[in-house]
């Protein structure tokens, strides 16, 4: 017998994982439909949660067998219960009004500079704190932008090699991620442009927050080789979701060594899909 049940999370693959989580099942013991794929809005401000509905086969349950009819027993009627006098209730004397209390205004908050940036934090597990202009350049910037953005965000800049890695703090980080991390490549994107522009050389910057990177990539490693796993067992193709260029890298280079598969990229942004292919030859 097939039921469903219908869930809700910000993201689709939350809510997949939370049905699942809550059926106790596997992703290929349910057939996912999209309900409704959600907003993240502008960089990711008023965005709508996505709702997927799993539909997933159960057991047919045993029908109850009816139990025998008891004899009907005819108890007398209770004798009404003689009725108590009610003794009067004692009138209790108005509460006095009290005075209401003056409230004083609260202080007026300080307005926040908007052209101050904020400085530039150093040393990370990983990396060596810069305070380069390039550095000075990347937190002016992002910290305008949260400003206008009315969210609170500090980014800590330190330098791996030639790029800048730059690793957002703050307790709301959720908005600046966005769905499957699309606000956090908008900022990524824009802060590219913002740093870059009039320089002779290209400084490469990577965003980054509550370790959402590597998060996703692993994920990503476990789709990989989940999804390579039925191309061989079945020796048919598989087309994945759309996903951005840096994620089908992943998918690409997760997917080299693995014997008797492929993989290959095929569509137009921002649609572009990686295909594993069966490949008996590799």
């Given at each position: 017998?097939?039921?469903?049940?219908?869930?809700?999370?910000?993201?689709?693959?939350?809510?997949?994982?939370?049905?699942?989580a809550?059926l106790?099942?596997?992703?290929?013991?349910?057939s996912?439909e999209?309900?409704?794929r959600?907003?993240?809005?502008?960089?990711?401000?008023?965005?709508?949660?996505a709702?997927?509905?799993?539909t997933?086969?159960?057991p047919?349950?045993?029908?109850?067998?009816p139990a025998?009819?008891a004899?009907?027993?005819?108890?007398?009627?209770?004798?009404?219960?003689?009725?108590?006098?009610?003794?009067?209730?004692?009138?209790?004397?108005a509460?006095?009004?009290?005075?209401?209390?003056?409230?004083?205004?609260?202080?007026?908050?300080?307005?926040?500079?908007?052209?101050?940036s904020?400085?530039v934090?150093?040393q990370?597990?990983?990396?060596?704190?810069?305070?380069?202009?390039?550095?000075?350049?990347?937190?002016?910037?992002?910290?305008?932008?949260f400003?206008?953005?009315?969210?609170e965000?500090?980014?800590?800049?330190?330098?791996?090699?030639?790029?800048?890695q730059?690793?957002?703090?703050?307790e709301?980080?959720?908005?600046?991620?966005?769905?499957?991390?699309e606000?956090?490549?908008?900022?990524?994107?824009?802060?590219g442009?913002?740093?870059?522009?009039?320089?002779?050389?290209?400084?490469?910057?990577?965003?980054?927050?509550?370790?959402?990177?590597?998060?996703?990539?692993?994920?990503?490693?476990?789709l990989?080789?989940?999804?390579a796993g039925?191309?061989?067992?079945?020796?048919r193709?598989?087309?994945?979701e759309?996903?951005n260029?840096?994620?089908?890298?992943?998918?690409?280079?997760a997917?080299?060594?693995?014997?008797?598969?492929s993989?290959?990229s095929?569509?137009?942004?921002?649609n572009r899909?990686?295909?594993?292919?069966y490949?008996?030859?590799?």
């Amino acid at each position: 017998m097939l039921k469903y049940m219908e869930f809700t999370a910000k993201t689709e693959d939350e809510a997949i994982a939370k049905g699942l989580a809550y059926l106790g099942l596997d992703r290929d013991d349910v057939s996912v439909e999209i309900l409704d794929r959600g907003k993240t809005g502008f960089l990711g401000i008023g965005s709508v949660p996505a709702k997927v509905k799993l539909t997933y086969e159960a057991p047919d349950e045993p029908k109850p067998e009816p139990a025998p009819a008891a004899p009907v027993v005819e108890k007398p009627a209770p004798a009404p219960k003689p009725e108590r006098p009610k003794a009067p209730r004692a009138e209790r004397p108005a509460p006095k009004a009290q005075p209401k209390p003056q409230t004083q205004p609260a202080p007026k908050a300080e307005p926040r500079p908007a052209t101050q940036s904020q400085p530039v934090q150093s040393q990370t597990a990983k990396g060596e704190g810069v305070d380069d202009d390039v550095a000075a350049a990347i937190v002016k910037f992002q910290t305008g932008l949260f400003e206008h953005m009315g969210v609170e965000a500090t980014p800590v800049v330190t330098k791996e090699g030639d790029t800048y890695q730059v690793v957002l703090e703050g307790e709301n980080m959720g908005a600046l991620i966005g769905h499957r991390g699309e606000t956090l490549d908008a900022i990524q994107q824009l802060t590219g442009y913002a740093v870059n522009k009039g320089r002779s050389h290209r400084a490469r910057i990577h965003v980054d927050a509550e370790g959402y990177r590597a998060r996703r990539e692993e994920s990503l490693n476990r789709l990989a080789r989940k999804t390579a796993g039925k191309v061989v067992k079945y020796r048919r193709n598989i087309t994945l979701e759309a996903m951005n260029a840096y994620e089908r890298h992943v998918i690409h280079t997760a997917l080299q060594d693995y014997p008797g598969v492929s993989t290959f990229s095929t569509g137009t942004e921002p649609n572009r899909r990686t295909v594993v292919a069966y490949d008996p030859s590799k």
